[in-house]
């Protein structure tokens, strides 16, 4: 290649990098960027976006798969610069995002404070599901114990904690629950046992009261309970990788019950990965516990007024309906604002009242210390 | 006319200095690129696990070095990787070289076959590897239906114990071992075996006396690779490996995603670089050892 060429090839390359920005710039697109599973991605662009651009016609919505949580951090990480600068971030919408990052961003105003002046269905939330303002609740799921029906007799499956470690221990290798960093099935059964041996009272801990001395006194009894059941787990003491791979083991016959996600088990039991012969029950003392997709807006986005128009769209009865039967999660709004025929059918499946457990500092906590004292201690090899 | 005759007669058209600074251009990018993306990391991960920012100002500390040896569970975590990256290399000299002596010896088409054969997993991604050996190997897999149709036992499952992995990553890297390995043999010329053979040496004697010495730095050089990949993979220990211990992959992706530790990944990061440079400086010493002999 010779001198000209070279500036030429590389005069094209610098060009091609400036053009999305320029295309950009005039666009009413509103940019949505999503780390969520497929069957969310799906979601979106079947239903909320085709229903979004019908209703509000002109506008425009682009979903972008940032992959996962740490895609969609990195993207956050430059807006936050973007803000400093004044710059477009061009991003407008998080699907799902935990707003307490980037670390500095809520100090900075990098998000959207949602009250019901910008969002006029912000009333319809339901209240437990609030946890900051700078998030809004859209979708939630939880955490049920999927059975095989041909081994276990529904009127025998296990309805409260005690119920549950009694069954297991008469069926060793029989349950099995994934490590709690790698999906939230096996990481809200052991928030459950940490419920458990906390008078199961889910409002012992918030993100507040975190400090390293209450974390102690109030995990170490549930690493107890835990390390007290692991040997009659699958392999006396195995754990998944993750909420697909518990359902590949229900799936092939290994076991028998294992935690899931409510939206999870309702799609692999509709297309089959799942026979009809499986059972779901909740415990009836203290459910195991849920959790909300919150979705962010960008306070220094193009579009940040027909962003708000999107998230305020996801509040409608017609959105938040489809929730529960395309994806089988449950609404962020109270229960009196969706459809009165679903209500009635989903009763059994959805609570009125899903316990949640705390992010923020507590993960970490219960991650390590799961780790640390509940998985170990296999002598195998 | 007469200029380019000269030249090309004497095989270069420039000056020794124009041609050494052409050369240093060449490798100015790839010499560049290692600076920035390889070697400034690598000191800037050690720099900052060594000076940690204290109440008073930045100061020198190993705490967190301090902290990983003395931490039962971060030493399990270091012993498992070194345990797993021990079993993969012995397994993968046991399978790859019986395969690499017989392509480099069979004249037959079967050859061919077996050749690609052993070169197919390297086009398999192991997410995908992973997810297929929980089906074929796992509990109530392909391998446990077959031999429940004619009457035998089921296998003990190695899926979610250390030998998942193990499994999963000599499946992977046996293209490369095969590879490096058929390469070195084809150094070893016929006429030297045909000769061992003519004096009434057997196939043993031959491969203990005349393949042997003669590829015993190719198989230096396959092993310290597949180490390093091994002692850094991923997915594989992730997917197939038990919770506890976990390989140092997973384990520094767990510190620094769940446990926002970045100091004590970056510690992590470090040892195991040490590790990694000590089977890179071997793979370097044995390269040049060969090119030395090569040269005499």
Redesign the interface.
Known sequence: MNRREFLAAGSAVAAASALPSLALADDKTIQVYSGSDNNIIDFWNNTIIPAFQKANPGMKVKLVDAGDD?GLRAIADRALAALKSKADPQADVFENFDARLPAGGVEAGLWVTFSAENVPSYGKINRAAIDMPQQLPYRGSQVLLAYDKTKLDPKDAPKTWEQLVAWVKKNPGQFIYN?P?KGGSGGNFVRRAIHEVNGRDPSKFTIANFSADYAEKSLTPAWAVLKDMAPFLY?KG?????NT?SI??LS???VTMVPVWSDQVLQAMSQGVLPETTGLVQLTDLALCGGFSRLTVFSNGANKDAALKLADFLLTSEMQSAVITQIGGFPGVTWDNVAADLREKYKDVVPNSIPTFPGGDW??AI??GW??NV??G?A?? | MADTATASATGGSEPAIGRGLKGLLLVALPVFLVGWLIIYPIIAAIVSTLFVEATDGVQFSTASYRFFFSDPYSRANLALTLWTTGVCAVLLLLVGLPIALYLRFSTSRFADLVQSLAIFPMFVPSIILSYALIRTIGPNGTVDILLNAVGLPKIPSPYLTPWGPVIGLVWDNLPLTVLMLTAGLAGISNSAVEAARDVGAGPIRVFWHIILPRMGNSILVTISFTVLGIFSSFTLPYVLGPASPEMMGPFMLRTFNDLYDPLNAKTQAVISFVFCLFFGIFYVWSIARNQRSQSR
């Open positions: 740490n490590r960093d392999e195995a754990y998944t990788s993750g791979q590949q083991l092939q016959g290994v993960n970490a991650n390590d780790y640390r998985a170990t296999l195998r090899g």
